[in-house]
């Protein structure tokens, strides 16, 4: 783990490092699926950058996440779209920072109603650690410990870029 | 007087009516019905979002289509259903509403869908609900008496948007017995605060309310004269009993001033939809030719209508 | 018993009375006025500091489902003498049974009760019932509530017999055919909330047929309960004429609009309906110009039968307990001086009755209230004797709050 420092890493060079850790694995033929919002832009860059000519499938977890009793549903509700058949595929599911693996948990439930994929790797720039379910990355760039109370955030700059930016929650 | 619909965060607790609702509050229900179309257009046509939880639909008018659609929403949200058709008689020689509601939370109750004959009956039970200090008990109306019928605005407006993208450029014409219509009043609200320019109501002078203009609505007798240059055109249903009373002489004779046919169809706009709550009397406020034509949207309607609750209740449910 | 009630503003309208005085009360009569009669010696002494004293209230329609809580409340609220409608289970269109009202009335000792005999067999609007053995029994006048007369030849007949005997007819002004699919006033809020209408042409076509009826059968005619400005207009041009019309209106339509139906409020239904803002600035006009008399209309509806959907609640209000603090709210609103309301509720009522009473002269009976103007007391159900805790006030401070009430110089309510 390493302890974070003052400036943050540039996520499109940890986009590159990531699209090469992927790349040896490419004879899978791998669908890619971006989490809704991060991870559906990570996977957009994967496709270029690993030059997959299928469009990626974009996923949002609202309906199966387990905190709908205390949260309630989350008001901005994307349409999950798959834009390919999940049975017998070897999926790569796509998210920007791992930390519960609540997200994760609930991706691979809505993935399965659509579904029996072969398999399912998951690849992500940042892991903060702290898992409450036994989900690990497959495909993993960025180690890191955040103090208390930050939380880390990737967005999209006015120019198109991604960048991460630190936040107190 | 605040808003019964809303709870104290300003989030929608029940669904009553889409009178006072805010505009980004309906926003919200589409946006999120559109992602359960997609749901819907899948093979496993199920989200685990109300599993465990309990949908009482409390039916005290008979309607077995309105029913079906909330009881298919219901299931593809994974939540169990309960379906008590109350006849009315029965219910006024045995309980109160308000008992038969006591007994169902008892029964651990988390959503009742109601359907009642008299305008405000929701508002009773939401009341009595926030008096016994069950906020974790939600009501969505499925249309009480003349005043309201607040899913089906919904999915009415889902539909114009999903054929005409935005709402602040159309003319909407609604046509029919606006006077005892609870879709039509939950139209005008919608269409209203969506920001439609122009809506209009057409019928007798008998089957619309007095003070129409006051909700922000263009009256005309003349039907060739509403449907000029429309973009959506809202047929409403003519019930039989309408025939007594006074109010009409004939289907024939408010078939041929009011009815949509081919021809008064051909004077909205090309591109004009036809919309229909359902079910349709063809023949009397609808010509066969438009219902199983092009420009009708009446059956998408009805898929739209399972998202559009699909959507409420979860929202609800949630709050 | 000697009685004297002192340190209050005595207001009595009918005489002209207002100023802080004392009050002398003996053999259930008024004795006098300012000085003790001579050879007075009171045996009991009533501090009225800072109260008003007036006549006891005549409340021209207040119905007594269960008359022995009803009649405290009446005293509770000031009122020294209820009208009672006819509607009743059974109505009371037999001699029998307003003997036996009368009488249980006296047993109680609170209120005095007039009753209203039916005008028809059953209220149905079809046979006369025995009117001169009903006023023999102690009716006041003949009515039919608020069951509308269907049947113009009918009513005709029954307004030339009443004249006959000189017998006055209460009736409320409502067309059956457009007022009986209806529950709120025909207008915007009825048409936004979808509920059915009773336009006011329900009420102004049935006032100019009964008005018309008065002049071809001189038959004195009290129009109970006007809810519009048409009706009002009509009314006064009634008067106008010389005809024997007289006028009440309920104290709820003196300060409340179909506005207050907000979300289908079933404590907002009543018969007639709450109309708009524009007819209740007339009723407050024809009230504050002395056109018509307020009443409470009291009509006691358990919890079961208001807690229901706006259409299916039973229409009315609680007000007996009500009728002097929403006298009071009125006037203030509406700019009418104290005593002038007052009339409202003591000698124009006792007018409209023809009776002597509702004045505080000497040798009058001594019914009296004494009230303080300034005491603030909230509405809940706990507060009302009546077993009508219906009431749109549920929960509101009002001012008005009766110390004492006496009938007949015996104290009946002490507060």
Not at chain 2, 12 to 21: A, D, K, N, R, V
Not at chain 2, 112 to 137: K, M, N, W
Not at chain 3, 77 to 97: F, H, I, K, N, R
Not at chain 3, 378 to 399: C, D, F, I, V
């Amino acid at each position: 783990m390493s302890i974070l420092s003052d400036s943050l890493p540039d996520a499109e060079d940890q986009c590159r490092q990531l699209a090469d850790l992927i790349r040896p694995h490419l004879h899978r033929q791998p669908a890619l699926i971006g989490i809704f919002s991060g991870g559906a832009w990570i996977a957009e860059r994967l496709k270029e950058l690993l030059g997959l000519p299928e469009d990626i499938g974009l996923i949002d977890v609202s309906f199966y996440r387990d905190d709908f009793a205390a949260k309630g549903l989350h008001p901005q509700v994307k349409p999950t779209v798959i834009p390919f058949d999940v049975e017998g595929r070897h999926l790569i599911l796509v998210d920007d920072v791992l930390y519960t693996g609540r997200t994760t948990r609930a991706a691979l439930n809505e993935l399965f109603d659509y579904g029996r994929p072969a398999s399912v790797s998951m690849a992500v720039l940042a892991d903060r650690g702290g898992r409450e379910l036994p989900i690990a990355a497959t495909y993993c760039v960025w180690n890191v410990a955040l103090g208390e109370g930050q939380s880390l955030v990737l967005g999209k700059q006015d120019d198109g870029q991604l960048a991460w930016r630190l936040e107190n929650e | 007087m605040n808003n019964p619909q809303l709870n104290t965060n300003g989030e929608l607790t029940h669904l009553m009516s889409i009178e006072g609702l805010p505009q980004a509050i309906i926003t919200q229900i589409l946006d999120t019905a559109a992602s359960f179309m997609e749901v819907s257009a899948r093979d496993v046509k199920k989200v685990p979002l109300l599993r465990g939880k309990s949908v009482f639909n409390l039916f005290f008018e008979n309607s077995t289509r309105t029913r079906t659609t909330f009881e298919i929403a219901a299931k593809r949200l994974s939540a169990d259903v309960i379906n008590l058709d109350i006849n009315k008689s029965s219910a006024s020689k045995g309980e109160t509403l308000l008992d038969t509601i006591d007994n169902l939370c008892a029964m651990h109750a988390n959503l009742f869908v109601v359907r009642h004959a008299s305008s405000g009956a929701p508002y009773l039970i939401a009341e009595h609900l926030q008096r016994i200090g069950r906020d974790d008990v939600h009501v969505v109306n499925a249309g009480d008496g003349r005043h309201a019928h607040p899913t089906q605005g919904l999915l009415d407006m889902y539909t114009i948007r999903h054929y005409k993208k935005g709402f602040t450029q159309l003319r909407v014409a609604i046509v029919g017995d606006i006077l005892h219509s609870r879709v039509a009043r939950s139209d005008i609200h919608a269409l209203t605060t969506l920001g439609v320019p122009e809506v209009r109501a057409i019928g007798p002078e008998t089957l619309l309310p007095k003070h129409l203009d006051k909700l922000g609505v263009h009256v005309f007798h003349d039907m060739d004269e509403g449907l000029k240059d429309c973009d959506v055109i809202i047929m409403l249903r003519l019930q039989n009993e309408r025939m007594t009373g006074a109010l009409l002489p004939s289907a024939g004779e408010y078939f041929r001033h009011y009815g949509l046919t081919p021809q008064k169809l051909a004077l909205a706009k090309a591109d004009a939809i036809v919309m229909h709550p359902g079910p349709m009397n063809r023949g009397v406020e609808i010509h066969s030719a438009v219902a199983d034509g092009p420009q009708a949207v009446i059956l998408p309607q009805v898929t739209f209508g399972i998202a559009v609750r699909m959507a409420v209740m979860s929202i609800v449910a949630g709050n | 018993m000697n009685i004297e009630i002192k340190n209050g503003r005595v207001i009595d309208p009918k005489n002209g009375v207002d100023r802080n005085t004392s009050l002398f009360i003996a053999d259930g009569k008024i004795a006098a006025l300012d000085d003790a009669p001579a050879g007075f010696v009171a045996e009991q002494i009533i501090d009225a500091t800072g109260c008003v004293v007036c006549p006891g209230l005549i409340d021209l329609g207040a119905r007594l489902n269960s008359i022995e809580a009803e009649l405290a409340a009446a005293v509770a609220g000031g009122v020294t003498s209820v009208v009672v409608p006819p509607d009743a289970d059974p109505p009371l269109d037999e001699p029998e049974l307003a003997d036996r009202l009368v009488h249980r009335a006296k047993e109680i000792a609170k209120a005095r009760v007039l009753p209203l005999g039916a005008l028809t067999l059953g209220l149905k609007g079809e046979r006369l019932a025995e009117l001169a053995g009903l006023k023999k029994a102690g009716c006041v006048a003949f009515s039919q509530a608020n069951v509308p007369m269907i049947d113009t030849e009918a009513l005709l007949r029954a307004m030339e017999y009443a004249a006959t005997f000189g017998f006055a007819v209460w009736l409320q002004p409502q067309d059956y055919w457009l007022s009986r699919n209806g529950i709120a006033h025909e207008g915007e809020v009825a048409s936004r909330l979808g509920l059915a209408g009773i336009p006011v042409a329900a009420e102004s076509i049935a006032i100019a047929t009964i008005v018309q009826l008065v002049r071809e059968t001189g038959c004195r005619v009290h129009l109970t309960r006007l809810s519009s400005a048409d009706g009002v207009a009509l009314v006064k041009a009634a008067s106008d004429e010389g005809l024997p019309v007289t006028c009440d209106i309920g104290v709820h339509h003196l300060l409340l609009t179909d506005n207050d139906i907000g979300y289908f409020n079933p404590h907002a239904r009543f018969s007639p309906p709450l109309r708009t803002e524009s007819d209740r600035q007339a009723l407050s006009t024809a009230a504050a110009s002395g056109l018509a008399a307020i009443c409470s209309d009291h009509t006691p509806v358990g919890a079961d039968e208001k807690l229901l959907p706006f259409g299916e609640a039973k229409a009315g209000a609680t007000g007996l307990e009500v009728l002097l603090p929403l006298t009071l709210k009125w006037a203030e609103a509406a700019g009418v001086a104290l005593p002038a309301a007052l009339a409202r509720i003591t000698s124009a009522p006792a007018e409209v009755l023809g009776l002597q009473r509702g004045q505080l002269a000497v040798g009058a009976a001594a019914d009296v209230c004494v009230f303080d103007p300034a005491a603030i007391w909230q509405l809940t159900p706990e507060a009302l004797k009546s077993r009508g805790k219906n009431s749109p006030w549920t929960g509101y401070l009002l001012n008005g709050k009766v110390r004492k009430t006496l009938v007949g110089g015996r104290a009946v309510y002490t507060g």
